[in-house]
C-alpha cells in the first residue's frame, strides 16, 4: 500500500508500509520504524534520538556503528555554542580533514583537528584529563596552549620507561633556556667590579644544567679571600662538578680548574687542584679574561 501525504498531521497510531511525504509531518508522540528509513532531504531532530543499529551518513550502508563518508572540507564538526558552559569541560569544535589522496598512504585518515575557542572564537588551550566520576573535575594531564605549544602540569612530562633501563627514572619533565649574570666574589670580601662584559646563559633539560659564562673587567678595586664566580642559576645537587675551561687571560696567576661544590650556586677557581691551590681576589686585574663552560647536575 502506498500513501502520498500533502500536508496537515497523521491520525493517532496509523500502520504504512510505504510512506511519501511531500509537505510536512508532524507527531506529537513515539515513532517506531522496523524498516529501512531513507530521507534524501533535510532530517531536523530537536528531542532525543535513540538509535539502535548501525548510521551511515553519505554512504548507502554502514559496516560500524557510525560510518560517515563525505567530500567536505570538514567531515565532522561538535561545536558548542552555549557560553555559560565551563570551557575545561567541552571541545569547541573536532574537525576530521580528508587528505589530498597523492603520495604514499593515499586513501589514510590525514589529520585530525582538535579546537577549543571561547564565545568570541578566539582559540584558547586545549586540554586533555584524566578519568573521573566528577564532571569538571577531571585532572589535567596535558594541553596544547593557544599559541600552539605542549605543555604539562608540573612533574610531570614525556615517559620513556618502555625503554626499560636501570635508571630511577626515565621521566622527561622538565626543559628550560635563558641568560643569568654571573659575577666576582670573594670569601674575605667581595672585590668592587666594573666588567665591559658580564654574560652567562643555560639550558636545563631534565637535571642537567648546561651553561656558558663571559666575564671581562674594566676596573677591579679591593676583595679577599677565596674567589669565586656567583650568579649560577640552579642550585648543584649533592655531588661535586667540574666546569671544563674555556679561555683566561690576563689574571695575576690565572685559574687551571673551576668547581661547583655540592649544594652551592657558585664556581670555586683554582690554580692547582693537586695543591688544593686556589685563585683569590688578588688575581684579579684589569682586562682579565674568562670564559668558560660545562655541565652539572641539580
Not at 524498516?35 to 532530517?43: E, F, R
Not at 603520495?103 to 575557542?117: E, M, N, T
Not at 667581595?190 to 651553561?211: A, F
Amino acid at each position: 500500500m502506498s500513501i502520498k501525504q500533502t500536508g496537515g498531521v497523521f491520525g493517532r497510531n496509523p500502520t504504512f508500509n510505504d510512506v511519501t511525504i511531500e509537505g510536512q509531518l508532524t507527531f506529537d508522540g513515539d515513532i517506531d520504524i522496523n524498516s529501512d528509513l531513507k530521507i534524501d532531504g533535510d532530517l531536523e531532530v530537536t528531542g532525543t534520538s535513540s538509535l539502535t543499529g548501525n548510521v551511515a551518513i553519505g554512504p548507502s550502508t554502514a559496516d560500524t556503528l557510525l560510518h560517515i563518508s563525505g567530500d567536505a572540507t570538514a567531515i565532522i564538526r561538535l561545536e558548542n555554542t552555549d557560553t555559560s558552559v565551563v570551557l575545561d569541560e567541552v571541545i569547541g569544535a573536532v574537525e576530521f580533514e580528508k587528505r589530498d589522496g597523492s603520495g604514499a598512504g593515499a586513501g589514510v585518515a590525514g589529520s585530525v583537528k582538535l579546537i577549543s575557542a571561547n564565545s568570541t572564537g578566539a582559540e584558547t588551550a586545549l586540554t586533555f584529563g584524566t578519568s573521573s566520576t566528577a564532571r569538571g573535575n577531571n585532572a589535567e594531564a596535558a594541553r596544547f596552549t593557544s599559541s600552539g605549544n605542549l605543555a604539562f602540569p608540573s612533574g610531570q612530562g614525556i615517559d620513556f620507561s618502555a625503554t626499560s633501563g636501570t635508571g630511577t627514572s626515565e621521566l622527561l619533565d622538565d626543559y628550560e633556556e635563558g641568560s643569568w649574570t654571573p659575577y666576582y666574589g670573594a670569601d674575605g670580601g667581595s672585590p668592587t667590579v666594573t666588567y665591559s662584559t658580564q654574560s652567562g646563559t643555560y639550558t636545563k633539560i631534565g637535571r642537567v644544567v648546561t651553561v656558558t659564562c663571559s666575564l671581562v673587567i674594566n676596573t677591579v678595586v679591593g676583595g679577599s679571600g677565596a674567589l669565586r664566580i656567583y650568579g649560577l642559576p640552579f642550585v648543584n645537587g649533592t655531588n661535586s662538578c667540574g666546569l671544563t675551561n674555556g679561555f683566561v687571560y690576563n689574571f695575576v696567576t690565572s685559574p687551571q680548574q673551576y668547581n661547583i661544590g655540592a649544594g652551592l650556586n657558585s664556581i670555586a677557581l683554582y690554580q692547582n687542584t693537586l695543591t688544593n691551590t686556589g685563585s683569590t681576589a688578588a688575581d684579579l686585574q684589569a682586562s682579565a679574561y674568562l670564559f668558560i663552560s660545562g655541565s652539572y647536575i641539580v
